[in-house]
């Protein structure tokens, strides 16, 4: 069994935020594996079962708000008995370029707090990641940036990244963490911005 973990803040105020890619790809993840409801839980997060080239998925969006993501997955963790190695988490990485993702099998959070609040929860670095790309701000501050909405242009990127990402996914699950890596990491997405205007 894996679990394959989005990461965002709940509600309609956050939707569309740049903090809540990982609930963005789980969304579009979710309407290919015919997810329509999720079951609101003791696990402090929207969980769904699902199953994908045979292998049994555990699909969630931590309800915690982003700080305290941890608490979630690892009360899911523990629940079904999920190895480090078989745990995949997506969220938005300001250190990587809009409309790059990448793969990774372990390291720190680098800064990030769900990530740092999943370390401290299971005790280890020793789990996958999928870092969505949204950029450093120019001049915003940090939190108004990553709580702040994506603009026209960047969601006509966002829109292939989240493909991209989802793919990604379903390759993670079918072949693992390495071909994940050596297919997705060095792509560069673009949108078309003359649509916005």
Not at 129 to 135: A, C, F, Q, S, T
Not at 162 to 175: M, N, R
Request: proline letters at 3%.
């Amino acid at each position: 069994m894996k679990l394959i973990v989005g990461l965002g803040n709940p509600g309609e105020k956050f939707r569309d935020t740049r903090h809540n890619a990982g609930f963005m790809v789980i969304d579009a993840l979710a309407k290919d594996l015919n997810i329509d409801t999720y079951r609101n839980n003791n696990f402090q997060a929207l969980l769904a079962l699902a199953t994908l080239n045979d292998v049994k998925l555990v699909v969630a969006k931590p309800q915690t708000y982003m700080n305290l993501s941890g608490q979630a997955v690892a009360q899911i963790v523990n629940w079904y008995k999920i190895l480090p190695k078989d745990i995949l988490v997506i969220y938005d990485d300001m250190d990587l370029p809009l409309g790059r993702l990448r793969f990774r099998s372990s390291g720190s959070s680098g800064g990030h707090n769900g990530i740092k609040s999943i370390i401290s929860c299971l005790g280890t670095e020793t789990f996958n990641r999928l870092r969505i790309g949204i950029g450093r701000p120019r001049t915003k501050d940090i939190n108004e940036y990553v709580l702040g909405k994506f603009t026209c242009d960047e969601l006509l990127v966002m829109d292939k990244v989240i493909e991209c990402a989802k793919d990604g996914v379903k390759l993670f699950v079918k072949e693992g963490i390495t071909a994940a890596m050596n297919k997705y990491n060095g792509f560069v997405i673009e949108g078309d911005a003359n649509l916005c205007k």
